[in-house]
């Protein structure tokens, strides 16, 4: 199947949102994903091309570094997605906090994940890539899962 599925995906969007597993996979070099995430963030480095994640994100990257006493870790991180081209970090507001309760309570979706959807939808991006299947069942927005482009 190679690549192949991924970059039919990509190809239908000009700007999608990231989960926090894309950055997971991508940083800790999963051998499962990271041939995909590679494929998405070099999509991300054409100009045309910008993505969206919430900075609930950068919180759940961060947990185990700092659990671990990782200040090093940490600082990679932040230096390195923080500066990432054509990526946009968008804090929780008032506007995405209510879209987060509907989506939450229309979907039964966890808090992270009706913020990191309520971003995507808030920002105008056509799709969510995450590797989180029961994300699948929000209709309001396309949702990629990892696991498909395998």
Do not use: C
Request: charge should be negative; avoid cysteine.
């Amino acid at each position: 199947m190679g690549l192949t599925p991924i970059r039919a995906f990509l190809r239908k969007h000009k700007r999608i949102a990231l989960d926090t597993s894309v950055f997971i996979y991508q940083l800790e070099e999963n051998p499962n994903y990271v041939e995909v995430t590679q494929e998405v963030f070099s999509w991300l480095e054409q100009p045309s091309h910008t993505a969206v994640t919430s900075t609930v994100t950068m919180t759940e990257l961060l947990t185990q570094p700092y659990r671990q006493g990782n200040e090093a870790t940490v600082n990679m991180y932040y230096g390195l997605l923080s500066q990432f081209p054509n990526l946009e970090w968008i804090a929780p507001n008032l506007s995405i906090a209510d879209l987060a309760a509907r989506l939450r309570a229309i979907h039964n979706l966890r808090t992270p994940d009706a913020l990191q959807t309520a971003t995507a939808l808030r920002l105008g991006a056509s799709a969510l890539l995450t590797n989180d299947a029961g994300l699948s069942r929000v209709s309001e927005i396309e949702i990629g899962v990892l696991e498909q482009f395998q």
